[in-house]
């Protein structure tokens, strides 16, 4: 089988923590080049920028875009008017209306895009929607709360406008629930608090339902310290499933599943398959539930944050 020939674009704390290992790890897909303004390997072909690169660069096949969202639109357009392949890290992009002619760029050019929902990779997601599957679903809580200045620690461009602030881990919590859950969700109210000095809210609390009326709130907030919290808890006729940073599954009392995070490993295999026929996996679903919670917050302002 030939390799896939993949170029990362955009080398921060993401691409460096995850995507250089999930792809190492892989079978089937080699990293061939990097473009970055301020990163590198050694031993790789470097670019500053995506033009560059698909102008001198080596000969790839693809491109994964871990850039900030605001910039991804005009490069997948780009990458894929070259013909390539393009991997979108999560979240796909600023807007959601950006996304539909990136897709029909790609069926038009035989490409795959693949937006990459990472936390439905985890390895206790699919055994939950399973074990959902079967059972009556009276209510769903989630608690997803971080440390803004672990997890993008100096990354100014989560706090501006298409940064998503808070929402760039809670849409992780939203792709997870999204998939487990039987029936499509919408938001019905939201509450957002933007720091006084930031364009993009650093908490939010949702409440959201499905069309047979399932009570669904979450919690999303940047501010935590010491342990993090990226827990969903489903109660439902046969006891409650509680789902722990998508690694940990405990249902009824019993531990179903305790591993260890393989999501990228996961994205990628996906990926490969994808490109082997020029097929797209773009679900749009997370995304929307982030917007439609913009168009319905109710806004408070709170004290400045510095990173």
């Not at 096949?61 to 392949?85: E, F, I, N, S």
């Not at 393009?86 to 760029?105: F, H, N, Q, R, Y």
């Not at 998503?164 to 509450?191: C, K, M, Q, W, Y």
């Not at 006891?239 to 990228?264: F, H, K, M, N, Q």
């Amino acid at each position: 089988m030939t390799e896939l020939r993949i170029a990362i674009v955009g080398f921060g704390k993401i691409a460096r923590d995850q995507h250089v290992p999930a792809i190492a790890a892989t079978p089937g897909v080699k990293l061939a080049a990097i473009a970055s303004r301020n990163a590198s390997l050694p031993d790789l072909p470097h670019f500053t920028t995506l033009e560059d690169l698909l102008r001198d660069g080596p000969p790839i096949d693809a491109v994964a875009l871990c850039t900030p969202p605001q910039v991804r639109r005009v490069q997948a357009a780009a990458a894929l008017a070259a013909g390539r392949h393009v991997m979108l890290e999560k979240p796909p992009g600023a807007t959601v209306s950006e996304l539909d002619p990136l897709i029909a760029s790609a069926a038009l050019g035989g490409r795959t895009l693949f937006a990459t929902w990472h936390s439905r990779f985890a390895p206790a997601v699919e055994p939950a929607r399973r074990w959902l599957a079967s059972r009556r679903i009276d209510s769903v809580e989630v608690n997803w709360k971080e440390d803004v200045r672990v997890w993008h620690p100096g990354q100014g461009w989560i706090w501006e406008p298409g940064g998503f602030g808070v929402f760039d881990p809670g849409i992780n919590a939203l792709s997870i629930l999204t998939h487990i859950l039987p029936r499509p969700l919408f938001v019905t109210a939201a509450e957002l608090d933007f720091p006084s000095n930031r364009a993009a809210p650093i908490a939010a609390r949702l409440a959201l339902t499905d069309d047979a009326g399932l009570p669904v709130t979450a919690e999303f907030d940047f501010r935590q310290t010491g342990p993090q919290s990226w827990d969903i808890i489903v109660q439902t006729d046969r006891g409650p499933l509680t789902l722990c940073g998508g690694t940990r599954l405990v249902a009824s009392g019993e531990v179903l599943i305790d591993a260890t995070e393989t999501e990228y490993c996961g994205v990628y295999r996906r990926f490969v398959d994808l490109t082997a026929t020029g097929a797209s996996d773009v679900d749009l679903t997370p995304l929307q539930l982030v917007a439609d919670a913009f168009l319905l917050g109710r806004r408070h302002t709170v004290e400045p944050f510095e990173d």
